[in-house]
């Protein structure tokens, strides 16, 4: 995308990029333009939405049918006034359990992706209120687990960048699946059940293809900041 349809159009609503081969979406797209409502970026060839989405909390209508997506951002979750979405014609398996949190969501078309495994394709293919209904039961377990987690990094007096820091190979920018597994259990010695390591992988695995990055990790993983009133 050309710098200057940012610097220019900060207080836009409307984008209409259609067919134009676009590859990427730089994350400073929805860190500027954060009044848009509409975005169509139907027809073209991005791989990926940035994982900045959810900053645009104005967005109504989101258009990404027939590009080569593998994944939503669990960042989409952030978008409380969505109500249509249009991913037609790409590449996913799963959608992110943030999803349930798309209350305003009262459109959504996913034909022709792959099989879906989260939710299951017999459940997406009842519809929105059934696929809502799953989402939101994945992300309360993976929730509560992630509380789970954090209690036993507070025992530890340890940071979630430090356990990722951890788990993954020096230098790495994601795990997989059985490299998470191992180390928490036999390595580091969690005392966290399987079964809570298991939705939580649920929660972090954006794209279903069993690897989480560092950047997913550290948002879905993040404590919450606490302010503090200083009393004069």
């Known amino acids: 995308l050309p710098d200057v349809l940012l610097e220019e159009s900060t207080g836009v609503k409307i984008i209409n990029l259609r067919v134009n081969d676009i590859i990427s979406i730089p994350d400073k797209f929805c860190m500027k333009l954060l009044h848009l409502e509409e975005i169509d970026l139907g027809f073209n060839r991005l791989p ?22 593998l994944a939503l951002p669990s960042s989409i979750g952030c978008l409380k006034k969505l109500d249509s979405l249009n991913i037609d014609k790409n590449q996913l398996c799963k959608l992110p359990p943030t999803m349930a949190k798309l209350t305003s969501l009262w459109k959504l078309s996913l034909k022709l992706n792959k099989t879906f495994t989260l939710p299951p394709q017999d459940v997406v293919d009842k519809g929105l209120a059934a696929i809502r209904a799953c989402l939101s039961k994945v992300l309360d377990e993976g929730l509560a687990s992630r509380s789970v987690l954090w209690d036993e990094l507070d025992q530890r007096q340890m940071t979630v960048p430090a356990l990722f820091l951890a788990i993954g190979e020096k230098g790495a920018h994601r795990i997989d699946w059985h490299t998470f597994e191992e180390r928490m259990k036999w390595e580091l010695r969690f005392k966290i059940p399987r079964k809570h390591l298991v939705r939580l992988w649920h929660l972090l ?28």
């Open 48 to 69: 990926a939405l940035p994982p900045t989405l959810g900053c645009l909390v104005n967005l109504r209508r989101l258009y990404v049918n027939e590009n080569r997506l």
């Open 205 to 232: 695995d954006e794209t279903g293809g069993g690897y989480v990055s560092n950047r997913e990790f550290l948002y879905l993983l993040k404590r919450p900041v606490l302010l503090h009133t200083v009393q004069h």
